[in-house]
T-cell receptor, first 114, second 114 residues
Framework: GDSVTQMEGPVTLSEEAFLTINCTYTATGYPSLFWYVQYPGEGLQLLLKATKADDKGSNKGFEATYRKETTSFHLEKGSVQVSDSAVYFCALREGNTGFQKLVFGTGTRLLVSP | NAGVTQTPKFQVLKTGQSMTLQCAQDMNHEYMSWYRQDPGMGLRLIHYSVGAGITDQGEVPNGYNVSRSTTEDFPLRLLSAAPSQTSVYFC?????????????FGSGTRLTVV
């Protein structure tokens, strides 16, 4: 079946540092790809998405580019803030018809210190 | 505008006890899902529903029952709790079957089975 692999955390950064969280996937075809964020004590929220190869998703200063040649969707941010501390999940959409499920990676915890 | 409401937020059960995790939404979303979140495992789909009266199994359905009598509610039942069911449970809803449009997650129920 389809799967998503994320880098293990935690990722610990100082405020204003550059962030990269790696995500690669294994799937048939070219599935839609997502990043979800989970703040402490809350449910997951959609951060950004890309629905086809070479698309770039962006939101709140975060970006990720769908690279089909490397089957990757790495999350980046140029300057992180303490408020970005959260768990980040990479996910893909499985299937093309009916109820299309999300397959999640294991999550990467980001800790940003002042 | 409540969105997705999960109750309770925390629960401790003894092995063999039964309980129901509640999920209610006020967005008129047809599609609802239950996920469990475990360290190092990401989120895994337990059961899902594509509308009132229609449910289906996800990746890890054993030990859980669901029903969907109304659009608003999608309870998850544990008939005989086991320590392996210690986890954080999330309910998610979507307006469309295509998960590319994103899910709305509840804030979760943290369940401990002793």
């Amino acid at each position: 079946g389809d799967s998503v692999t994320q880098m293990e955390g935690p990722v610990t950064l100082s405020e204003e540092a550059f962030l990269t969280i790696n995500c690669t996937y294994t799937a048939t075809g070219y599935p839609s790809l997502f990043w979800y964020v989970q703040y402490p004590g809350e449910g997951l929220q959609l951060l950004l998405k890309a629905t086809k190869a070479d698309d770039k998703g962006s939101n709140k200063g975060f970006e990720a580019t769908y690279r089909k040649e490397t089957t990757s969707f790495h999350l980046e941010k140029g300057s992180v803030q303490v408020s970005d501390s959260a768990v980040y999940f990479c996910a893909l959409r499985e299937g093309n018809t009916g109820f299309q499920k999300l397959v999640f990676g294991t999550g990467t915890r980001l800790l940003v210190s002042p | 505008n409540a969105g997705v409401t999960q109750t309770p937020k925390f629960q401790v059960l003894k092995t063999g006890q039964s309980m129901t995790l509640q999920c209610a939404q006020d967005m008129n979303h047809e599609y609802m899902s239950w996920y469990r979140q475990d360290p190092g495992m990401g989120l895994r789909l337990i059961h899902y529903s594509v509308g009132a009266g229609i449910t289906d199994q996800g990746e890890v359905p054993n030990g859980y029952n669901v029903s969907r009598s109304t659009t608003e509610d999608f309870p998850l039942r544990l008939l005989s709790a086991a320590p392996s069911q210690t986890s954080v449970y999330f309910c998610a809803t979507s307006l469309f079957p295509d998960s590319a449009y994103g899910y709305t997650f509840g804030s979760g129920t943290r369940l401990t089975v002793v």
